[in-house]
């Protein structure tokens, strides 16, 4: 059961670290003169940085439950 859990860990970080390299990345790719110009794809971009941030939040959260439950079966 502890191999099962620790597996789920490790694999919500990586899911943590492909959203938040994936939201870092649709911040790079907006840029000045498309935020204050309103430019057609700044909405877009905006919308994929929320997306990719909001999952990060996501899988973190599900995460610290999974070391939570961890730690409740270990105790």
Known sequence: M???IVLLI???S???VVSLVRGVI???QTTKMDLENG???SAELQM???K???SRIKYQALAIVAVLVLLAINS
């Open 2 to 4: 502890n191999v099962l």
């Open 10 to 12: 490790v694999g919500l």
């Open 14 to 16: 990586l899911m943590v």
């Open 26 to 28: 649709a911040f790079l």
């Open 39 to 41: 430019g057609t794809n």
């Open 48 to 50: 994929r940085q929320n």
């Open 52 to 54: 990719a941030m909001m």
